[in-house]
């Protein structure tokens, strides 16, 4: 396997260039954009503040509500393991805790101080890809999916709510961030 090491993607046109003979920017031979190296990685950290930002606010919005008999009923991302607790089952409930909030949040938070550390850290690097790898959003984002279809079919006034698609927006930055995110630089430090 070829190590890539000093590869960075072009943001015109995707193709990969080397940059181990490059200082600051490099030109792309296909599409001639001039990448800036920094501002590339730069990226990365905006992306993943912006994640986090969302990510913070995201338990104050209701994802889904229903009114069931007149009565209204919503739940936030928060509820959702407290939820399943309620209906013992402790380990499902610790296990979700953990993939919908504390891997995300980890995510965005190894990204953003990868920028400020200059030491290489292994213990690090191995979290970042627990919490990349064990990050379920996206599949917690269909399970939402599938609530809404079945509470639709009984109950008529079923809604996705705000919080619904700012967990949208924030899959699309935590995808972005992840993307752009050299995760050597928490291996090497630089
Ligand atoms: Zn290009």
């Known amino acids: 396997m070829k190590k890539l090491d000093n590869v960075i993607e072009c943001y015109g046109c995707g193709t990969f260039l080397d940059i181990s ?23 990365a950290l905006a992306y993943a503040i ?13 994802l889904l509500t229903t009114n069931i008999n007149s009565t209204q009923l919503y739940a936030t991302i928060l509820d959702t393991p407290m939820m399943i607790y309620k209906e013992h089952f402790v380990f499902v409930s610790i296990l979700t805790f953990f993939t919908i909030i504390i891997a995300p949040l980890l995510n965005s938070l190894l990204i953003i101080f990868s920028f400020f550390n200059k030491k290489p850290r ?20 269909i399970s939402c999916i599938i609530s809404y279809i079945k509470l639709s079919a009984t109950f ?8 619904f698609y700012l967990m949208i927006i924030y899959l699309i930055l935590f995808y972005l961030s992840n993307h752009k995110f050299d995760e050597k630089t928490l291996l090497q430090g630089k």
């Open 50 to 62: 912006s994640a986090l930002f969302l990510f913070i606010v995201l338990p104050s919005y209701p």
């Open 21 to 43: 003979h490059a200082d600051s920017a490099v030109k792309c031979p296909k599409c001639h954009s001039i990448i800036d190296i920094k501002n590339h990685k730069k990226e």
């Open 156 to 163: 008529q006034n079923t809604h996705f709510e705000t919080g």
């Open 122 to 141: 292994k213990t690090l690097f191995k979290l970042y890809h627990i919490s990349k790898e064990w990050g379920f959003i996206d599949i917690f984002m």
